[in-house]
């Protein structure tokens, strides 16, 4: 179904949301305001964003290590996240989790992922009670290139297509897990080939055009929801920053990173709206600033809030 | 003696066997090009190529099951799986298979690797990649457990590991890599399974291993300046463990405390004081103390972190209460 003007735009401020978040993690990482890992979306916001704008109240979405533009694009709160991420008490888990497992599973987001593989399961196990519920209910797994060479992902998808689940798993194929290519890591180039194993479905996008990922979600959310089984979804896509924050990249070269920043998912699409007459320079610049206020204000809202009392070690451990 | 840090001990460990012994290899994630997600294998893929310092995929249940099959096929394979956290993932590969392996084939094959590994808490890492786990594979029959705490234990304990024709799980402290330390210069080995006295007291025992060595004689030196003389104990191995070396201390001493960082209930400290309750009751005159990690997932908040990590006060306080 072709978008109207409101919802493409939406589309476009959900990806400056997810970019504006993260560049304002890094900022405040390389003040060594954020301790631990942090592992950033910025250039693969196409990719979360035309998937979950396909997603209704009742679906569930997986995510990794790097998940911070997942949350964002189901809707989670930029508040709770960003306290999360600073280790507060009013973050999504209560500064318990912090960036690897930022979760708001009421929203149906089952929380980043330290343990790179460990969301295909899950997904298909959400996938799997979406069906024995019967609540039309579809799981979206998003997971990395790198990922895809761990056993759980060659379980859950043969799983999930035997038991014909209403899972999509969507690569994101950002061409590196840490400092190994692609080319290093697997003697395949296309992940999607992979999906004919397990006997489903299988296609390439371009994960850097937010509308070539929509439409490819929407057909295999559509179908997925429609009883038609699981779907790979690989998203051709590049992280703009290093692995985590602090990492070098001695593993890849400048050339590679500017011509992948010169197809970056925002002017791009940004240009495509305007080519479209869907948007004027203004109208973005307007979106541009109302997003820089939101973020702003997460800060604020993350500055502000207490540390974690520490009676809240021990609470949560198990539930009452 | 040459100054350097836990981590370049390690990294001199595992090139000076490499050079010894063709039959050495490594095999993990980022360990090649890259150097170690912690830089502890830098430079070795320059020195010894692609083909024994080998890149591997995210198949962690492929290196250790890999490393199983290539050991019993006669090679001494160094697999590395980047925070002790994952064996979760290839735990069958090391329980089931590499443990058990030289019993259940009635003594016919050996599976000489090494399993390096990073544990601990303190940068922030949270619930995943912060844990200590050694008790769960100390319950293991078949398998050696070492945790170095300094430089100079890392590189002899490493280089008897990889000569061990056991399997052996090495399990380093991603918080101390940048620590320094004095090595003894030159070819040397220490023997799995031999303590060291870091500290020599009268007046309490204090076991503690990997990061917890470092706070047990800092809460030490305190002590000694309120009169009260810690002897501090580094079993060094937990597998075999050195029960000669701390009964020798209890025996001046008559109190134990003992510290880790791993979680306290089900921790590799109540089997040693189960070993001391049962093997020298009567050489104590108080019961004996652990201080060890709350029963709690690792959280992520600093101020929440800094209190679940066992620390000096916390010793201090557990040897008090004896006095
Ligand atoms: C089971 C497991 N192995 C290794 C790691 C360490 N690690 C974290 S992220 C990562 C690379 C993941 O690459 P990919 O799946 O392509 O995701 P990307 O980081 O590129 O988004 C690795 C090796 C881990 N967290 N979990
Ligand atoms: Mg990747």
Known sequence: MALNKVQMLELYRKMRTIREFEETVAKFFSQGQIPGFVHLYTGEEAVATGVCANLEKQDYIASTHRGHGHGIARGASLNKMMAEIFGRIDGECKGKGGSMHIADVELGFLGANGIVGAGLPLATGAGFAAKYMKTNGVAICFFGDAASNRGTFHESLNMASIQKLPVVFVNENNMYGISMSQERHQNISDIADRAGSYGMPGMVVDGNDVMAVYEAAEEAVKSARAGGGPVLIECKTYRHHGHFEGDACIYRCDEEVNAWKAKDPLPRFANRLQEMKMATEAEIDQIDAEVKKVIADAVEFAQNSPVPTLDELTKDVYCD | ?323
Request: charged share 25%.
């Open chain 2, 1 to 323: 003696m040459v100054e350097m840090t836990y981590s370049q001990a390690i990294n001199e460990a595992l090139e000076e066997e490499m050079r010894r012994d063709e039959k050495v290899y490594i095999l993990g994630e980022d360990v090649g090009l890259f150097g170690g997600c912690f830089g502890v294998t830098t430079g070795l893929f320059e020195k010894f190529g692609g083909e024994r310092v080998i890149d591997s995929p995210i198949s962690e249940t492929a290196i250790m099951g890999s490393a199983v099959g290539a050991a019993v096929a006669g090679l001494r394979p160094v697999p590395e799986i980047m925070f002790v956290d994952f064996l979760g993932v290839c735990l069958d590969e090391l329980v089931n298979q590499a443990a058990k392996m030289h019993f259940m084939f009635g003594g016919k094959a050996k599976v000489p690797l090494t399993l390096r590994t990073a544990c601990g808490a303190g940068v922030g890492a949270a619930a995943q990649h912060s844990q200590s786990l050694e008790a769960w594979i100390c319950h293991v029959p078949g398998l050696k457990v070492v945790m170095p705490s300094t430089a100079a234990d890392a590189k002899g304990l490493l280089k008897s590991a990889i000569r061990d024709d056991n399997p052996v799980v090495f399990i380093e402290h991603k918080a101390l890599y940048g620590a320094m330390g004095e090595v003894p210069e030159g070819e040397y080995t220490i023997p799995l399974g031999k303590a060291d006295i870091k500290r020599e007291g009268k007046d309490v025992t204090i076991l503690a291993y990997s990061m917890m060595l470092h706070k047990a004689l800092a809460a030490a030196e305190t002590l000694a300046l309120q009169g009260i003389e810690a002897e501090v104990i580094d079993p060094r191995t937990l597998v075999p463990f050195d029960k000669e070396t701390l009964y020798k201390s209890i025996e001046k001493t008559g109190r134990l405390v003992i510290v880790h960082e791993a979680v306290k209930q089900g921790g590799f400290g109540g089997e040693i004081a189960a070993m001391v309750a049962e093997e020298c009751f009567d050489f104590l005159d108080a019961p004996i103390k652990r201080v060890a990690a709350p029963f709690a997932p690792i959280p992520f908040a600093a101020n929440l972190e800094a209190a679940y990590i066992p620390d000096e006060a916390k010793i201090i306080a557990a040897v008090k209460s004896f006095f």
